[in-house]
């Protein structure tokens, strides 16, 4: 079997949500000796970017692009064994739930399409406290703070992380991308935060422009 033609087994085990065969088609990866970031930027990725599409368009829902995530995941797994050094991300970004906020399925599938696209995501959870949320990004020096609000109560806990950046005199050391249902590009904006995102796919987007 080709190169390419594992590339697209993959990728179509992951459209297909299969992971059985992911993880067979990533260890006859592994057996070949192929490219395993290759196996994952051009198989996997892109089987996750047409879920990805898939969803944006309703032709799949939540349950489906978790078990695509799981194909993605399982495989990656294996495939990560035979990488070589540091796998180089595109930027690394924590995504959370703001303070007070327990809802967590957009984030979720946000962390998600960022892995599938290269980026090493922190995930902290859900009602995360505004000054853990910047001691993790100090921890870990991420590049990009992403953080969700699905209630209008606890939006003004994405304004609190802007200004606790600002009272630590670090605000011009990260990116801070907001999103949620009741935020805007309006509200981020008024609140100088450096990107919008209406829907996960879009995160994506902009989480490339800000790195």
């Given amino acids: 079997m080709s190169e390419k033609e594992l590339h697209e087994r993959l990728k179509q085990s992951v459209i297909d949500m299969d992971s059985d065969a992911a993880t067979e088609a990533a260890r006859e990866a592994i057996s070949l000796k192929l490219d395993p970031v290759a196996c994952i930027e051009k198989g ?9 599409d898939m ?3 309703a032709e799949v ?3 489906q692009i978790i078990l695509s995530a799981e194909a993605f995941t399982d495989a990656v797994d294996i495939l990560a064994t035979a990488i070589k050094g540091e796998y180089a991300s595109k930027g690394k970004i924590i995504i959370h739930t703001v303070e007070g906020d327990i809802h967590d399925i957009g984030k979720n599938i946000v962390g998600i399409l960022l892995q599938a696209n290269g980026f090493e995501v922190i995930d902290l959870g859900r009602d995360v406290p505004v ?3 910047v001691d993790a990004a100090v921890e870990h020096n991420v590049d990009i703070i992403a953080g969700s609000a699905l209630m209008t109560t606890t939006m003004p806990s994405q304004r609190e992380i802007l200004s606790e950046l600002e009272d630590r005199g670090i605000r011009d050391k990260f990116k801070c991308l907001f999103g949620g249902a009741p935020t805007s590009r309006e509200w981020v904006d008024q609140i100088c935060a450096d990107g919008w995102a209406e829907n996960a796919a879009e995160a994506v987007t902009i989480a490339k422009e800000l790195c």
């Fill in 131 to 133: 000054a853990d949320v």
């Fill in 61 to 63: 829902y939540v349950p």
């Fill in 55 to 57: 969803f944006d368009n």
């Fill in 44 to 52: 996997l990725s892109k089987g996750m970017m047409v879920i990805s």
